[in-house]
Structures are given as C-alpha cells and as structure tokens.
C-alpha cells in the first residue's frame, strides 16, 4: 500500500506563491509516476500535471502551464507543486496522486492523499 501526505497548503494573495508537497511512504517511491489534482465543491476533480519515475517527462493541464511546475525529489520520496502567480480561481482543495504507470494525460491514478486547502484570496 501507498500512503500519500500533502502539505504546503494556505492563504495566499493573488499573484503570490505557493509550494506543495507530498510525502509518499509504504512502497518504492522512485517507482511510481505522480500528479496533481484539484476540486472545488460541485466540481470534478480536475487534472493538473504529471511527472514521470524519473522525473525527466512531464505534462500539463492548459489551464496552469507555464505557472504551475511539477517536481520530485526521488531521495526523499516527495513530489511538489510549485504555483506562482496565483488567481483566485486556483482556490480548491489540492490533491498528490501515485500509479506505476506515467500517463501524460493523467487519468488514471491508484493512489491518493487525503487533499490540502488552498485558498486565493486578498
């Protein structure tokens, strides 16, 4: 079993920054492709970025590319998202995803963290 913990959540203003992580633990971190994901009530959870084991292949939603960069750091089994110039429409409930299989639309994942708040706001 794979257990996944985000973390970095908050307030922020618009235009700031924000860091997430997810801490993944239970099975060989290195193995597994990782994304992001967000919701907001009402909504499906919508897909954000992907990266692969190695961290050399990536892939983005349209709707953050070129603000959001996904990360990995395989030595301490952790994945990031860096958001930088944040909108208030970023606002929702972020979750990490794990799955043994890199998929550049990022449909399909087995995993999942229990999900971090962020909220944009002045």
């Known amino acids: 079993q794979v257990q996944l913990v985000e973390s970095g959540g908050g307030l922020v203003q618009p235009g700031g920054s924000l860091r997430l992580s997810c801490a993944v633990s239970?099975?060989?971190?290195?193995?597994?492709?990782m994304g992001w994901f967000r919701q907001t009530p009402g909504k499906e959870r919508e897909f954000l970025a992907t990266?692969?084991?190695?961290?050399?292949?990536?892939s983005y939603a349209d709707s953050v590319k070129g603000r959001f960069t996904i990360s990995r750091d395989n030595a301490k089994n952790t994945a990031y998202l860096q958001m930088n110039s944040l909108k208030p429409e970023d606002t929702a409930i972020y979750y990490c995803?794990?799955?043994?299989?890199?998929?550049?639309?990022?449909?399909?994942?087995?995993?999942w963290g229990q999900g971090t708040q962020v909220t944009v706001s002045s």
């Open positions: 995803a794990a799955d043994p299989v890199y998929r550049p639309k990022g449909s399909l994942f087995d995993y």
């Open positions: 239970g099975r060989t971190f290195s193995n597994y492709a």
């Open positions: 990266i692969n084991w190695s961290g050399d292949r990536t």
